[in-house]
């Protein structure tokens, strides 16, 4: 059984910039978690714990679902916490409005969820997680976290399907296949 999960990987630029900003938090001693910068991604459906034999249909339901899409560019700003501002336990970065991710999105879950993988059934989010706080944080540490700025621009090229292993240093993904979006 393998955790797996559909993804939209983010270019090495956007990865950059991200690093930069949660290692700017890192020496803060926050009670925080934060997600690897190469881990860093937007998840367009979290699928669960799927037998191996079943990744290539999840494969041929994505293939299907982005045929004919184009590749398009998303901008990402500001900080996005779950479930919200005041006791956040997620902290990310929030996807700019755009149409376009919004479609390929509802074309990938419909498509899952017809193939019989229906998954996590939360409503879609657009963001990057960069970070899970593990405790209550302090006032000063609230107030800088929840001014977080940032400005990336990003190229979608392709959809991902990814697994998840759980490991005593946290998640560990593996990406089993990449579907080129048209240019």
């Known amino acids: 059984m393998k955790r797996t999960f559909v993804a939209i990987n983010l270019g090495q630029a956007t990865k950059d910039k991200l690093k930069f900003l949660s290692y700017s938090f890192r020496g803060l001693q926050m009670p925080i978690k934060w997600v690897h910068p190469e881990m860093m991604q937007i998840t367009v459906k979290y699928i669960g714990d799927i037998e191996d034999d079943k ?76 970070g899970r706080v593990q405790s209550v944080l302090k006032p000063a540490h609230l107030e800088r976290v929840t001014r977080l700025v940032f400005r990336g621009e990003t190229e979608v090229k392709s959809i991902d399907v990814m697994t998840s292993t759980l490991t005593p240093r946290g998640p560990r993904y593996k990406l089993e296949a990449r579907i080129s979006l048209d240019k």
Not at 62 to 77: C, D, E, R
Not at 94 to 119: M, N, Q, W, Y
Request: hydrophobic residues 35%; negative net charge; charged residues 30%.
């Open 55 to 130: 990744l290539k249909d999840i494969e041929k339901a994505v293939k299907k679902a982005v045929k004919g899409l184009k590749s398009f560019s998303i901008t990402l700003h500001d900080g996005i916490y779950f479930p919200n501002e005041e006791n956040p336990r997620v902290l990310g970065i929030s996807v700019e409005d755009c149409p376009e991710i919004e479609d390929i999105t509802s074309k990938v879950r419909e498509s899952l969820d017809a193939a019989g993988f229906e998954g996590d059934a939360k409503p879609f989010s657009a963001h990057v997680t960069i």
